[in-house]
């Protein structure tokens, strides 16, 4: 706060000291107001109470003053409720006083930039009050040119400037001080959020599949001032306030540069988009609840989880976005698998599926896998694990097959040096390329049969495709994971399964990211 005074210690430094007290309050709890609109008048008070105790006039303050700001501060919070419209789920809301905020805050997105300068009626109809009271103190006061600006100082943070000139006469003679008052209001640790806009279009002439993931790729080290280390203060909202489930699957840091987040919408139309908003709550604020916000199962016990972890799969929601999907967490595989095996292996769950399969070579051959019972609808569906650990030779991680039985025919990859290939669990696989050299490492392996001469196998969503009709296609296929024919040596690990619903002609629909705003929940 900044003055100059000609005499500090006569009426006139008192008076001036009176009236910058009074702007001083009035400006804070008029912003206050205006942020807080779910903060109650008690939290206000404590903390306007506390922001003036900081100021070196707070000695000088008598009962009387301390309790002409209470009052001013409450009408200013009167002023606020008067309007008695709720505010609707909407990020800006349907009250006069939140959208009043907006208007001066959310035309700019950098910090420390002053979105707005204007006259704020509220604090200008002060002005004829404190005129009033210096004259029944015996000075004259007029106070001209009076402002206000509202400003993000930081973030979590917003400040307001009152910037006014104070003409005083008085028996001594006429003194002029131009007066700059600025106030700062922390949000951190109250119902404050930021939001950033987001908009997936589908730019295919066919519709994606209802419900449908949709893949969101963000440079989390951009937006890391309002994010929490770990990213769990993250949520995804559609317009009408309707919370998108959401599951975070790796890049869980503010420091990185590419966070994959899976999100389950309800459609996009053909040609058309669908505007979602990405909300940042406090960073202390833990938002996952492994019910709509979640991240994969392995994420909080680091890159390779061990047995005794014991946050393995704490806030796992995968199962409320996925169509299907699957983490093996406790110590039993889950029901609806069926082992297939030549003996030659060992097959373990615990906080994640250990496969370990003896032998070196492909003769004798030797294989370790498990199918799930219940066929999935192939035309529309792509099946995924993320996997680590050793590959040998032949089809590791995932397969698709025409039936539950270790002599359907099917797909089965990825692998290391040997490729992928069609054929049997038991009985082999014929080779159809090797495009990608995965020994040994984690990644996400992904494969697709959705036609007749039409699937594709891919790491780390790089796909690589095949028109192979070698076997006979059928819409209700069978997926698969483990380790196929001539695969000893291999010991794998898998933290999790699922199927997804593949793309408006395998193209996911283009992500276009927005500027983040400070909303006021």
Known sequence: MEMKKAKPRNKKGILLTLLMLIIFILMISELVSYVLTNISYNEIATRTSIAINTAAFSTSLTSGIASDMQYSMYAAMQKLYSHGVPISN???????????????????????????????????????????????????????????????????????????????????GTFTYPVKAVATVPLSGLEAEYILPLTFTNYQSVATATPFQQMLQINSSKYSGMEASNLDNIEFIYPNGTVIPSWLESGASNSSSNSIYWLKLNGISANGYKEVYMVFANPSRNMFNRIDVGEAPQLSCGSTPTSSCSTYAEYDDGASVFNRYWNFNGTTMPSGFTEYTDGGGSASVDNGLYLSLSGGSCSPPSYLSFVYGTPISASGTIVETYSSGTRTAGPTDLGIYTGNSDSAGGYGGVANTWGW?????????????????????????????????????????????????????????????????????????????????????????????????????
Not at 90 to 102: E, F, I, M, R, T
Not at 110 to 132: D, T
Request: charged content about 10%; overall charge negative.
């Open 421 to 521: 290939g069609y054929g049997t669990i038991a009985g082999g696989y014929g080779n159809i390329g090797n495009p990608f050299d995965i020994s040994s490492g984690s990644g996400v392996a992904s494969m697709y049969w959705i036609g007749e001469g039409d699937e594709a196998i891919g790491w780390n969503y790089d796909f690589v495709s095949s028109t192979n009709n070698a076997e006979t296609y059928s819409n209700s296929l069978y997926m698969a994971i483990g380790t196929g024919h001539c695969t000893g040596g291999s010991v794998m690990n898998y933290y999790w399964l699922r199927t997804r619903a593949y793309p408006p002609n395998g193209v996911m629909p283009a992500t276009s990211i927005g500027s983040p705003s400070l909303y006021i929940s």
């Open 90 to 172: 909407s990020p800006y809301g349907n009250n006069v006083a939140v959208k009043y905020l907006y208007s001066m805050i959310y035309n700019g997105t950098e910090n420390g930039v002053v979105y707005n300068s204007l006259v704020n009626s509220s604090i200008v109809n002060y002005v004829p009050a404190m005129e009033k009271h210096a004259s029944a103190l015996g000075f004259g006061l007029k106070i001209i040119n009076p402002s206000l600006r509202v400003y993000e100082n930081g973030t979590w943070s917003i400040s307001s400037e009152y910037t006014a000139l104070a003409i005083i006469n008085s028996s001594s």
